[in-house]
Nanobody, 124 residues
Framework: QVNLVESGGGLVQAGGSLRISCAVS????????MAWFRQAPGKEREFVAG????????RYLDSVKGRFTISRDNDKNTMFLQMNSLKPEDTAVYFC?????????????????WGQGTQVTVSS
């Protein structure tokens, strides 16, 4: 059973930074392509960023390119999302997700394992 636990969310002012983490246990972390999704109230869950098993390939939602950076540490079984220049529209619950396929897919249904989410709130 793969277990994903997010941490690091919180309240930050617009223009500020936050780093959220996803700790993975229960299986070999490097087997998985990982991603961050977010969901705001009344909206569908959307892909934010994804990273290949090795960390060599990344993919981002257009609106976060240049502001967010996804990374992973396979020795520590942890994935990160560094978020800079945050905007109020980034406010959402952020979820980490894992899939065993090699491709970074933007559709949430392609991911088999999910964390419980961490709230990120950006005030204006």
């Amino acid at each position: 059973q793969v277990n994903l636990v997010e941490s690091g969310g919180g309240l930050v002012q617009a223009g500020g930074s936050l780093r959220i983490s996803c700790a993975v246990s229960g299986d070999t972390f490097s087997k998985y392509t990982m991603a961050w999704f977010r969901q705001a109230p009344g909206k569908e869950r959307e892909f934010v960023a994804g990273i290949s098993w090795s960390g060599g390939t990344t993919r981002y939602l257009d609106s976060v390119k240049g502001r967010f950076t996804i990374s992973r540490d396979n020795d520590k079984n942890t994935m990160f999302l560094q978020m800079n220049s945050l905007k109020p529209e980034d406010t959402a619950v952020y979820f980490c997700a894992a899939r065993t396929g090699r491709l970074i897919i933007v559709g949430p249904y392609e991911y088999s394992y999910w964390g419980q989410g961490t709230q990120v709130t950006v005030s204006s």
